[in-house]
Every structure is written in structure tokens, then in C-alpha cells.
């Protein structure tokens, strides 16, 4: 039920060996360390802007722009003709595929994205996979520790799945859309082409095609005082 091949299309990464596995998909992000150890090959091939900071055990593909004020800490491999912009934070153990946007205010931590993701304005991602064209409004927020530092549960409508981490963000299926300040909580699971729509505090594994939207009513007076 969990298998990668149920959220991502494997044409979509240059990192394909590192899906290949019949294990549940959150496993992937324990071997992503591992994974860049034995793969990465430092050099920097892209287009920089000012000052910036480039870690030694990092890769950046060609045409790739870094612009001033970005970090990128590394272990971490950056693909073809991304836009790392001005104040993005790449920590420890990130890959990022080809054509991807992290943007002003991101932080990245153990991370594995595919082609043409876009995490363009002041969001986290730890500990998640982020699937082809996958794209994270402003502020969206992917939280990958519970409040009680205990197991990451991964809940369905039968079971409650013990993942053996203690650091799990999401999984989010190719052509996922998450509004702007969205809050995924840990552990959750959406499937390809699924929407939660701004403002949303969503746990748990929502289904391919699915919409989550909140429903508050607004009301509107006028004013008296004028």
C-alpha cells in the first residue's frame, strides 16, 4: 500500500536507485545519508550571485543560480536549472531535482525532491520526500517531530502504522498542491495530485485526487462608527 511507486513517478529523478525498494516508502529517508556518501561528487556547475555560502560535500548542477545570501550546508545534491534564492537554507542530506525552486526563508533538512518542485516563500520541509511538480504555498509548514518526541505514527481509517522514526515530516505524491500556511503534521501521507487548501492543519494518509478544504464562515457587518 505504501510502496513508492504508489506516490512518484521514477522518470522524474536522477535518484531512481534510491526508490527501488519494497519497503514502505518513509524508509527512504534513513539511506539518503548513506545514499549521498557513497554518490555525491562535489563541483559546482552553476550561476552565483554575490555572496553565498557552499558547503564542501555539496553538488550544483549547470545552470543553476544561487543567489546572494543563500547556504547551502550540505551533504546535499542540487540538480539542473534550480533557483536557490536569496536566504534559503539547505542543511544536511537534501537532494533536489532539476528545475526546482527553494525559495526566500526555506529551510530543507534530510530531504528527497523531485524534478520541478516549487518551495518558494518561508516554508520547513524536514524529513519528507516531495514528489514531480509538487508545490508548497507561502508559509506551508511540513512538521516532522511530535510534540512528545515519541514514534512517528502513520494513522489510516483501520490502523495506526509504527514507522521506527522519530523524525518524519510527509510524503507528498507527484502534482500534490499545499496552500499557503497549510500545517502537514508528522507522518502524513498525501497520494499524486491531491490539494489541502490554505490555512488547513491536516494528519494522516489522504487518498490520490482528494480535496481538503476548511470550511469557516466569515461575517461581514457594517461598520457603525462611521
Known amino acids: 500500500m505504501f510502496y513508492p511507486d504508489t ?5 522524474h529523478t536522477d535518484h531512481h536507485h534510491l526508490l527501488e525498494t519494497k519497503e514502505p516508502v ?17 563541483a559546482n556547475h552553476g550561476i552565483g550571485y554575490g555572496t553565498f555560502f557552499l558547503g564542501e560535500q555539496v553538488f550544483i548542477g549547470a545552470n543553476t543560480i544561487i543567489e546572494e545570501g543563500a547556504m547551502i550546508k550540505g551533504p546535499a545534491w542540487i540538480g539542473e536549472g534550480c ?13 533536489v531535482g532539476n528545475r ?9 533538512k534530510n530531504a528527497f525532491l523531485f524534478d520541478e518542485v516549487q518551495i518558494p516563500h518561508f516554508n520547513y520541509v524536514g524529513d519528507s520526500i516531495l514528489g514531480f511538480r509538487t508545490h508548497l504555498g507561502a508559509g506551508a ?3 516532522n517531530v511530535r510534540l512528545d518526541r515519541r514514534e512517528i505514527v502513520v494513522r489510516t481509517e483501520k490502523e495506526k ?25 508528522p507522518g502524513s501521507i498525501l497520494g499524486k495530485e491531491s490539494c489541502i487548501y490554505p490555512m488547513v492543519s491536516w494528519s494522516g494518509v489522504l487518498p490520490s485526487r482528494s480535496v ?15
Open 7 to 11: 506516490y512518484f513517478d521514477f522518470d
Open 26 to 42: 518513509w524508509t527512504i529517508l534513513s539511506k539518503i545519508a548513506d545514499y549521498l556518501s557513497l554518490t555525491l561528487q562535489p
Open 83 to 95: 533557483q536557490l534564492r536569496k536566504g534559503c537554507y539547505i542543511r544536511e542530506n537534501v537532494i
Open 100 to 108: 526546482s525552486i527553494i525559495g526566500n526563508s526555506c529551510e530543507l
Open 141 to 143: 509548514i511540513l512538521s
Open 161 to 185: 502504522i509504527l514507522t521506527g522514526l522519530r523524525k518524519f515530516g510527509a510524503i507528498l505524491g507527484d502534482y500534490v498542491e499545499i496552500g499557503c500556511n497549510a500545517l502537514l503534521s
Open 212 to 226: 481538503v478544504r476548511k470550511k469557516d464562515q466569515l461575517e461581514i457587518k457594517t461598520r457603525s462608527d462611521l
